[in-house]
């Protein structure tokens, strides 16, 4: 099986699993019940997504997804501690807000199997971010990591 950016969307239904609960609305507790989550407890060495219900107009195309990520802690360590900071502070209220009321709520999906896309976690986000941007012509809206990654397929 050859994994690239034409199946790229394909590969992400395939091989992610969204967290039950969603953020429905910028408050604290919106963010702590997604990422203290029984799934978010449990998950780590993941790649994850965040993505939102309707899709947001790329440079090129359209996409629902608006954050590819990884961590080596579980989910609930990389965010949870974070929650407040994401509810309230200017910055990122305004953008969660601009989100949420423009394209609905916000999902996170978790891949455990990172290597099915790279041998380090940081290549599998990499690999992940490289497809995004051969689709868009850009990055997620809100990724500020970039990539070297280039890969053109996959074969597994």
């Known amino acids: 099986m050859i994994l690239d950016k ?3 969307y394909n590969t992400i239904e395939k091989y992610f699993s969204s967290i039950d609960e969603k953020i429905e609305k910028i408050e604290t507790e919106e963010f702590k019940k997604v990422f203290g989550s029984k799934m978010a407890k449990d ?33 609930k360590q990389r965010h949870f501690g974070t929650s407040k900071l994401k509810a309230t502070s200017l910055a990122n209220s305004l953008k969660y807000n601009h989100i949420i009321s423009e394209y609905g709520s916000i999902t996170v999906s978790i891949c455990k199997d990172f290597s099915i896309f790279g041998k380090s976690l940081l290549e599998a986000e990499g690999q992940l971010l490289w497809w995004y941007f051969l689709n868009h012509c850009e990055y997620p809206p809100i990724n500020y990591t970039k990539t070297k990654i280039r890969n053109l397929e996959i074969k597994i």
């Open 43 to 75: 998950s780590k060495n993941i790649l994850y997504i965040l993505s939102c219900e309707k899709e947001v107009p790329r440079l090129k195309g359209k996409s629902n997804i608006i954050y590819i990520g990884q961590t080596k802690r579980t989910l």
């Open 6 to 8: 034409d199946n790229f």
